[in-house]
């Protein structure tokens, strides 16, 4: 689901000053219980998507170190070309999913 297709399924279908109702369920609610009830359908999809996402570079993500030859590419990855100052990917992937140990 995109967020666009979340905002038109919980577009405002009816305002009163201060209560909206949900396209979702038709249930008025004050104003501010219907920014509470929109931000949480938004953060969980954000959550199931990050999940998604870690899940996917973790299983992406080789758990070898890094070997670097002395024109600073990574041997172990293929990673040959990093400039001054990149990092092999792979260690990018380990530090995202930092608080997982060892990456998983
Ligand atoms: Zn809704
Ligand atoms: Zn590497």
Redesign the pocket.
């Known amino acids: 689901m995109t967020i666009q297709e979340i905002l038109t399924?919980?577009r405002p279908l009816a305002n009163a000053p201060d209560d909206t109702v949900?396209?979702?369920?038709s249930t008025w609610r004050p104003n501010a219980e219907y920014r509470a009830?929109?931000s949480e359908?938004l953060e969980k999809h954000m959550r199931e998507r990050e999940a998604q996402l870690r899940q996917l570079v973790r299983d992406m993500t080789d758990p070898g170190a890094c070997w670097f030859d002395h024109h600073g590419g990574c041997q172990e990855h293929g990673y040959l070309d990093l400039k001054p100052g990149e990092q092999c990917p792979h260690t990018e992937a380990k530090q995202l999913l930092g608080d997982e140990p060892n990456g998983r």
């Open positions: 399924a919980h949900c396209a979702c369920d009830h929109l359908v």
